[in-house]
């Protein structure tokens, strides 16, 4: 019962705010006779919702697919980098300056010349963008999390003679993963947020961020507000699905 | 009977130049098999570099350190000792069970077998009610008996202990000295420990090493007369024996011999 009582205290309160400010964004629009250009109501958006959701709807899983396509080759290649450089001084002093420029670029700037190596009919260079995107921060938090090793459990594992791969499998890998999950909830949002915005570019016209754009350039306000209400759903579910792959993993963890 | 521990002439330097630093110069140690010798010193006399090189975690600038007949290595390679540091050092996303099957696991032994002797060590430290938990969920002094059947895992006649009950308070501490030795009794293994603590050391050893400073030197062994078999059945009444205080003295005059007491504390 008290689960249940904790959980209403928990949600209550800002589905509330929430509420409250949508109300208050209606009677804003209504009253101060806001036009739509401007902000469209949140009734119009709702409407527009609901008229076109099947279209939203696949271009959410278009989008969805691409981001989720980008997090799982950007998060597969930044772990196993990062292993490769835990290994290997000698790589990770050749890869610290070049992730270190990756991560200044603006990756969904490379679109429109990703787009134009891909060819324009093709979702390839989105997912490129998001690969990009993703691996920046999972291959940093990797790195840093297979150099957590406490040097007593160092002493231990060399007093138990242990080979490099036991080592590994008992020690480095365990104490690094809470940090490969940190690496990658980061990045799940920077998938979507580089999916979406990548399809601003150009490309095909398929995912939400095309429709985005379409929308508004047609003057459809409420239509391209519904659009992103598809793509903020694209990334809540991103977000919460390596939630709770972490939680799920890490279920066992002191602190 | 080979001695479980001998070193003959060990050095160890640290860094070059100016900034060398001699840990421990010329010194000779051994122990016999079964045998409980503490190694005792102000800070930076080398005590835990000793031991470092005694569990060939650390290699000797000069000098030959040898277990049971075997260069350090080798000994270290045949998993010839069990060895507990100050930290308990537990893998905290491991069950307390499976801490102390890991040096099983790792040396091959299958599961059954693990399990058995994980009972067994568990039950001689006093905690096979906790085999399930988790180290978070123990206090710091369970976590150090969890290490220290970690240690015994494998049956070793050579236990390394490096003040494994440095950071525990003086009721745990004494309660859990008390049970080393019985454990000691039991597995007959010889043990190197290292500590800071007159008590501690003249309690549970054959043998004190009294260790100097800057260079780490040995300035006196100190043989400790105890009648541990005579008060097999209250070890604890040892505490206040008069023997007990006798050798608590001689070791004192052994550490301060010739030494300013700022200086034997480490703050010359």
């Known amino acids: 019962m008290s689960a249940v009582a904790g959980a209403v205290r928990q949600v209550l309160p800002p589905a509330v705010l929430l509420v409250g400010l949508i109300a208050a964004w209606q009677g804003a629009v209504v009253v101060a006779e806001i036009p739509p250009f401007v902000l469209p109501g949140p009734a119009a958006i709702a409407s527009e919702l609901v008229e076109f959701r099947e279209p939203i709807l696949s271009a959410a899983a278009v989008t969805g697919r691409n981001a989720a396509l980008g997090l799982l080759s950007g998060g597969i290649l930044g772990v196993l980098l990062a292993l490769v450089a835990a290994a290997l001084r000698l790589v990770d002093a050749l890869a610290a300056p070049l992730v270190t420029a990756l991560s200044a670029v603006p990756v969904v700037a490379l679109a429109p010349v990703l787009y134009s190596m891909h060819g324009a009919g093709s979702e390839h260079a989105r997912v490129v963008v998001a690969a990009l995107a993703v691996f920046v921060p999972v291959y940093l938090h990797t790195l840093r999390g297979l150099r957590q090793v406490l040097p007593v459990h160092r002493d231990l594992l060399r007093a138990l003679a242990a080979t490099p791969r036991q080592a590994a499998r008992v020690v480095t890998l365990p104490t690094a993963l809470p940090f490969v999950f940190t690496g990658l909830r980061l990045a799940s949002s920077l998938a979507v947020i580089s999916a979406v915005v990548a399809e601003y570019f150009g490309g095909p016209r398929s995912g939400v961020g095309s429709f985005i754009t379409t929308a508004a350039a047609g003057s459809d306000y409420a239509q391209a507000w519904a659009y992103v209400l598809g793509a903020i759903a694209v990334g809540l579910l991103f977000f919460t699905a390596t939630s709770l792959a972490e939680r799920a993993v890490l279920r066992r963890r002191p602190g | ?268």
């Not at chain 2, 000994?75 to 801490?99: K, S």
Request: proline share 4%.
């Open chain 2, 1 to 268: 009977m080979t001695a479980a521990v001998s070193v003959d002439g060990v050095s160890r330097v640290y860094g070059t130049g100016r900034a060398q630093v001699v840990a421990l110069d010329d010194v000779s140690l051994t122990v016999e098999a079964g045998q409980f010798v503490s190694l005792i010193g102000p800070s930076g006399c080398g005590k835990s570099t000793l031991l470092r090189l005694i569990a060939d975690l650390d290699e000797p600038t000069v000098g030959t350190v040898r277990v049971f007949g075997r260069p350090a290595r080798e000994a270290r390679l045949a998993h010839e000792y069990g060895i507990a540091f100050q930290q308990a050092g537990l893998l905290p996303w491991r069950t307390v069970r499976a801490n102390v099957e890991l040096p099983l696991a790792l040396a091959g032994m299958g599961r059954a077998g693990r399990r058995e002797r994980a009972s067994h060590l568990l039950a001689l430290v006093g905690l096979a009610d906790f085999a399930e938990h988790f180290p978070d969920q123990l206090s710091g002094g369970m976590q150090q008996r969890v290490a220290i059947a970690r240690a015994l895992a494998e049956e070793p006649s050579l236990l390394l202990m490096d003040e494994p009950f440095g950071a525990l308070d003086e009721m745990t501490r004494e309660h859990l000295q008390t049970q080393l030795l019985r454990i000691c009794a039991e597995t007959r293994a010889a043990v190197v420990f290292v500590t800071h603590s007159i008590p501690e050391a003249v309690f549970l050893s054959d043998r004190v090493v009294v260790m100097s400073p800057r260079p780490g030197r040995i300035r006196e062994v100190v043989p400790v007369t105890l009648d541990r078999a005579g008060a097999a059945d209250d070890l604890d009444e040892l505490r206040t024996d008069a023997t007990f205080f006798d050798e608590i003295a001689a070791v004192r005059a052994a550490l301060l011999d010739g030494v300013s007491v700022a200086q034997a504390e480490g703050l010359g």
